[in-house]
């Protein structure tokens, strides 16, 4: 009898060893003359048990992790085949706590299947969606994503059915469906394992875009610093056309969608859409003024939906299950799911796919199990570089876009970055000022000066000099930046070093010792 | 050389650009992606993917291969910060400088790497072995602090680790010094 066994192909499981872990479980069952089938699927998202390997027993299956190339030979003595004891032993994967609580959409099948078969995707529920809105007129799919309250993921949180209403509605052909897998955002990897471990669920949300605002090709714009993830997605694209989920004939409809992947080059601010769509045209990234909206005037001057990677792939649950269904997650008018990432300083660092509303004590605390040095947690960054810093007395906030923003605060991609108590929150003012600088692509003044004006007058306020007035300069140069910048690189930056200022007063101050002129 | 298949062009240059022995490869991308509308950082990746950056004469053959000014070639290729002027050492180690990375020391596995290898980022240690670049987020970050070497994704990097890559990295042949983890040895970097 074959076993079934799976071992992630995920790019962080892999970066802990989950392919040596793979080979060497080939080589002790061959050398013992075991039959087993080794699946490569996606990540659990429970990234401190990885490399995560699954046994299919009659139980049903069961987890051992984190394994090591060296357990391999004792997880064969120990039966691991049949879910045998062993000190990795986790129990039935979907009983382990983490993700027995979790309520996953948008992931459901990530880590479930292999990624890259189509027919693994459809039986578990994918092209439901896809076959759905076929059977649609364009307009009833797009009120049917406004019904569902899908807002944009990648952080600005626009209302997705509202954009693709716009677009629905420009007159000039052709038009165009753009996916923003340029995942930039430090603490976010989310987009990066949909793409590894379910990329068929992008493209079927692509496709259904295609037919909701009337384009038949579409672009994915992703990262270069994700090539498992370019790798995954060239396969997958492959076998949808194959398949019929990409095509001159959707799925037998007769309607047309194909999608071209293209590569970034290490820009940050490609992340932001109009500088994405000047990159896509094959030119340096620069932010364009809006408007015009793209959805008006975007790709080549043609309108243009641009997604994120997780709002396209939340569209075909939103098509196989309802809007209602949808919407009845979450909280106010933040509905539906959201996967966060708790990453940096904590324990149980992964992908937390829950309704809006969990507070950030709850993600931190009760999934993250606090930090990874068992020191107290002293200042969450939620929301990646361009989000605030924020101190414990914020942790009950309840996630959710309204709540956020009236703190001050910004869920953004949903990237949690914890940092314990021996964190310089200075240092990290500055870095945010240094990163803007890196980042800017230099059209507005205040992001491309006041950048780097920022980290010499953080600089000074560090080594003493003249810190009231640096401060005062630094406010100054906050409020311009704010008010004044092009887009959100410049206009956001002062976020985490308000934010720093505010709450951590303390790491500000003039060092011992050194005479305040 | 390559003037006859470039037919239909305008040509916007009073002459040819120079040819090098880098100009095949650069002809070769031109020629595959031209079609694509935007074929700029396609061709551009074609080019830094085969040689490991982009030659300084390829600027030239692109701008006319695409009827773009050499200013707006050069602008793209300086703005990215991907697109390197000059080859790389044999190993090329991207350190990521980012947020959740510095929350689990990447700071200082930075500065003992710059002192250790001698170099700065964007520097090639002196025998040519290694390059070591900053980048923004690997999206390794529950598995802080990240690398990536020669395109291979690494997470939980400890310093000792990171001393026994550079070591390998420095002293064996290209082609044996990735660091396999066959064994405990390579995947130190395990919390135990």
């Known amino acids: 009898m074959t076993t079934t066994i799976y071992v992630p192909r995920d790019a962080a499981a892999r970066s802990v060893g989950a392919d040596e872990v793979a080979a060497r479980i080939a080589s002790v069952a061959e050398a013992r003359a075991v039959d087993v089938q080794i699946v490569r699927n996606g990540s659990r998202g429970m990234f401190w048990l990885e490399p995560l390997v699954e046994v299919v027993t009659v139980q049903g299956r069961v987890a051992y992790g984190p394994a090591l190339p060296s357990d391999v030979e004792s997880l064969f003595d120990a039966q691991f085949l049949t879910g045998g004891a062993h000190r990795l032993f986790l129990g039935a994967t979907e009983r382990i706590a983490y993700l027995e609580k979790q309520e996953r959409l948008t992931f459901a099948r990530v880590g479930l299947i292999d990624p890259l078969r189509l027919s693994a995707y459809e039986a578990h529920g994918g092209l439901r969606g896809l076959r759905a809105a076929l059977a649609m007129p364009p307009r009833d799919i797009v009120e049917q994503v406004v019904r569902s309250g899908l807002r944009g993921r990648g952080g600005a949180a626009f209302p997705c059915g509202i954009k693709w209403r716009t677009v629905l509605g420009a007159e000039s052909l052709p038009k165009y469906v753009v996916c923003n897998a340029d995942e930039g955002d430090s603490g976010t990897f989310s987009d990066r394992m949909i793409m590894e471990g379910d990329p068929f669920v992008l493209l079927e949300g692509m496709a259904i875009a295609g037919l909701a605002v009337g384009a038949e090709k579409g672009y994915i714009y992703l990262r270069s610093e994700y090539p498992d993830a370019e790798r995954a997605l060239v396969a997958a694209i492959a076998a949808a056309r194959q398949g019929g989920l990409l095509g001159v004939d959707l799925l037998g409809s007769g309607r047309a969608f194909d999608v071209e992947l293209r590569r970034g080059a290490g820009a940050y601010i490609c992340g932001e859409e109009t500088a994405l769509l000047e990159s896509l045209e094959g030119k340096r990234g620069m932010v364009r003024p809006k408007p015009p909206l793209p959805a008006l005037e975007g790709l080549f001057g043609q309108p243009t939906a641009v997604n994120n990677v997780i709002t396209l792939a939340s569209v075909p649950i939103i098509f196989d299950k309802g809007a209602e269904f949808y919407a009845q997650f979450g909280m106010g008018r933040s509905q539906g799911t959201l996967p966060f990432q708790l990453a940096g300083n904590v324990k149980r660092g992964g992908l937390v796919e829950k309704a809006f509303g969990i507070t950030l004590r709850q993600l931190l605390y009760d999934y993250g199990g606090g930090s990874a040095s068992g020191r107290p947690i002293r200042a969450v960054q939620v929301g990646g570089p361009l989000g605030a810093f924020l101190p414990e007395s914020r942790f009950d906030t309840p996630l959710d876009y309204e709540a956020f923003a009236a703190m001050g605060g910004m869920i953004g991609h949903g990237g949690v970055v914890v940092f314990d108590d021996t964190v310089d929150m200075a240092q990290m003012a500055r870095y945010a000022m240094e990163f803007c600088a890196i980042e800017s692509c230099g059209k507005c003044t205040p992001c491309r000066i006041g950048s780097t004006r920022g980290v010499e007058v953080i600089d000074h306020i560090r080594a003493g000099r003249k810190s009231e007035q640096n401060l005062t300069l630094l406010r100054d140069l906050c409020d311009t930046m704010t008010h004044g910048s092009l887009c959100a690189m410049g206009g956001l930056t002062p976020a985490p070093v308000l934010s720093a200022l505010q709450h951590f007063p303390e790491d500000f101050g003039a060092s011992p010792g050194r005479k305040v002129l | ?192």
């Open chain 2, 1 to 192: 050389m390559a003037k006859e298949s470039r037919t239909g062009t305008p040509i916007l240059l009073d002459r040819s650009p120079e040819v090098s022995a880098s100009s095949p490869t650069v002809d070769q991308a031109i020629a595959d992606h031209r079609h694509l509308p935007g074929a700029l950082l396609p061709i551009l990746h074609a080019i830094q993917d085969k040689l490991g950056f982009i030659p300084p004469d390829a600027t030239a053959r692109i701008a006319r291969g695409l009827n773009l000014s050499h200013a707006e070639v050069s602008g793209v290729i300086s703005f990215y910060h991907d697109f390197r002027s000059a080859p790389p050492g044999r190993h090329v180690v991207k350190l990521c400088r980012a947020e959740a990375c510095q929350s689990m020391g990447s700071r200082a596995l930075e500065a003992s790497l710059k002192a250790r290898l001698g170099i700065d980022f964007g520097e090639t240690t002196r025998d040519g072995a290694i390059t070591l670049e900053p980048v923004y987020c690997l999206g390794n970050c529950a598995l802080s602090p990240a690398l990536m070497i020669d395109g291979q994704l690494r997470g939980r990097v400890t310093a000792q680790w990171l001393g026994a890559l550079v070591a390998s990295l420095s002293g064996a042949s290209p082609d044996e010094a990735r660091p396999h983890a066959s064994g405990d040895d390579a995947t130190s970097t395990r919390k135990s």
